[in-house]
């Protein structure tokens, strides 16, 4: 999108410059040259500033005055067209390298990126995931069509790469690492974009998953179908929340401290119990959660979706199990590393 207040504030001060010294030069010679045409005395200044020479148009020559004025306009005006040029050019130059940087950095970023996640559309449901993602520290790249959305993110979040394109593109979801990536969030402005990319990224990904947005509700069976895992209405969340607010509103005020608190780094949190590793059978209090961790387990799954909360420490954990918890960043880290790493090494 093209931002016309930025870049009027850059190029302003060049603009106002270069058209100053034209309408002076050519009020000089109107003073001199009363009865000459306006364009004639246009003319010979712009000619003058440039210095192109094409003759003296107003017979400057003959009048010794006029000499030494075309003089200062050529010395002072052409001075200050020269620096006002070389300001617009600098900025379309430096426009152009700085976008050429950040893309390939962010390309060289992006292609060493492995488990990921790839956020398709950062309007205004995006932003707030973007928003989300980055504040729990979990890798991701945003995918949108849009320039000054990009600068919005990055003016923000500086370390989030961004790739512009159409991501219902195949070539642009391999540009976002997608054969590497672990999820792929789709919320496209349309419904049926947000269909066709989930199409397109299980093709490249059989194994991602994808969460999409949906604002017709008839569109979510149709989503899963095409191979989204989740699907998520706004309206029907809004719904939901609005009529929460008024009949649990602590309840709600809990949930909203974990999702999106002042402390950021506290959230309701999950690991998914890897097929190996030595707590393979044994209960939470055998497997030391706590102790090795410091997390309290406030619900469990086998992984079937029906969910045990606040199990005992007998519960038996197996592979393939649901742990959920509430953590900070580092501690969503340990314990995942707990389960992921240390057991399997074990």
């Not at 006029?66 to 050529?74: D, K, Q």
């Not at 991602?208 to 017709?216: E, L, P, Y």
Request: proline share 4%.
């Amino acid at each position: 999108m093209f931002d016309l207040k930025k870049v009027w504030g850059k190029l302003k001060l060049p603009l106002i410059l270069i058209f100053l010294a034209l309408g002076l030069g050519t009020l000089g010679y109107k003073i001199l040259y009363p009865d000459v045409p306006i364009e004639k005395l246009i003319f010979m200044t712009g000619i003058t500033l440039s210095t192109v020479g094409y003759g003296d148009v107003l017979g400057v020559e003959n009048n010794t005055v006029a000499i030494f004025y075309t003089m200062f306009v050529m010395l002072m005006g052409m001075g200050i067209v020269l620096y006002s040029v070389s300001l617009i050019t600098a900025y379309f130059i430096e426009g152009t390298l700085r976008d050429a940087f950040i893309i390939n950095s962010m390309r060289r970023k992006v292609k060493k990126m492995k488990d990921h996640f790839i956020i398709c559309g950062a309007g205004m449901t995006g932003f707030h995931v973007v928003r989300e993602m980055y504040q729990t520290n979990f890798p991701f790249v945003v995918v949108d069509t849009s320039t000054a959305i990009r600068d919005q993110i990055l003016a923000e979040f500086p370390s989030v790469p961004v790739i512009i394109g159409d991501v219902t593109s195949d070539e642009v979801l391999e540009q976002a690492n997608i054969k590497n990536a672990k999820g792929l969030i789709a919320t496209l402005s349309s419904d049926k974009d947000n269909l066709f990319l989930t199409v397109s990224s299980k093709l490249l990904n059989p194994k991602i998953t994808v969460v999409a947005r949906a604002i017709d509700l008839s569109m979510v069976g149709k989503l899963k179908n095409a191979g989204a895992k989740y699907v998520v209405s706004p309206n029907f969340i809004g719904g939901m929340r609005i009529a929460s607010e008024i009949l649990r509103p602590n309840v709600v005020s809990f949930l909203d401290k974990m999702l999106r608190g002042i402390d950021k780094s506290i959230r309701v949190e999950e690991v998914v119990l890897p097929a190996i590793g030595h707590y393979v059978g044994k209960s939470i209090k055998e497997a030391h959660v706590f102790s090795r961790t410091g997390v309290n387990i406030i619900a469990y799954s086998d992984g079937d979706g029906k969910f045990t909360y606040n199990p005992s420490p007998s519960t038996v954990l197996n592979p393939g199990g649901v742990l959920l918890f509430i953590a900070t960043a580092e501690q969503r880290e340990k314990i995942t590393n707990f389960f992921t790493l240390h057991c399997v090494a074990s």
